[in-house]
């Protein structure tokens, strides 16, 4: 059973730090690319980021968090990590990874993703 575990979320004040943590199991992790989604309240889920399974972890990020997030993996943890700096309100959302399974290129749609985690919330106060 394929489980992807979020955790770091939380508060943080406009132009502060968080970093989010995905634990996953039950699947190759080092086959999969992985992603960032986040869904604000009332909004699509949108990406935010990607890094892909190669060696090296080609990074991909959406134009409104390029510069500001980061994302790595540890294969030998099975883990990725989102580093989100100079967190702005706007950044408010649920937080999800997810895994794609595709052998191509690496993808910016959600539908596209096998499996996703529970999310964790992110809140950015002005």
């Known amino acids: 059973q394929v489980q992807l575990v979020e955790s770091g979320g939380g508060l943080v004040q406009a132009g502060g730090s968080l970093r989010l943590s995905c634990a996953a199991s039950g699947l190759a992790f080092s086959n999969y690319h992985m992603g960032w989604f986040r869904q604000g309240l009332g909004n699509e889920r949108e990406f935010v980021g990607a890094?892909?399974?190669?060696?090296?972890?080609?990074?991909y990020y959406a134009d409104s968090v390029k510069g500001r997030f980061t994302i790595s993996r540890d294969n030998a943890k099975n883990t990725i990590y989102l580093q989100m700096n100079t967190l702005k309100p706007e950044d408010t959302a649920v937080y999800y990874c997810?895994?794609?399974?595709?052998?191509?290129?690496?993808?910016?749609?959600?539908?596209?993703?096998?499996?996703w985690g529970q999310g964790t919330q992110v809140t950015v106060s002005s």
């Open positions: 997810a895994a794609d399974s595709a052998t191509g290129h690496v993808r910016r749609t959600r539908n596209e993703y096998d499996y």
């Open positions: 890094i892909s399974r190669w060696s090296g972890g080609t990074t």
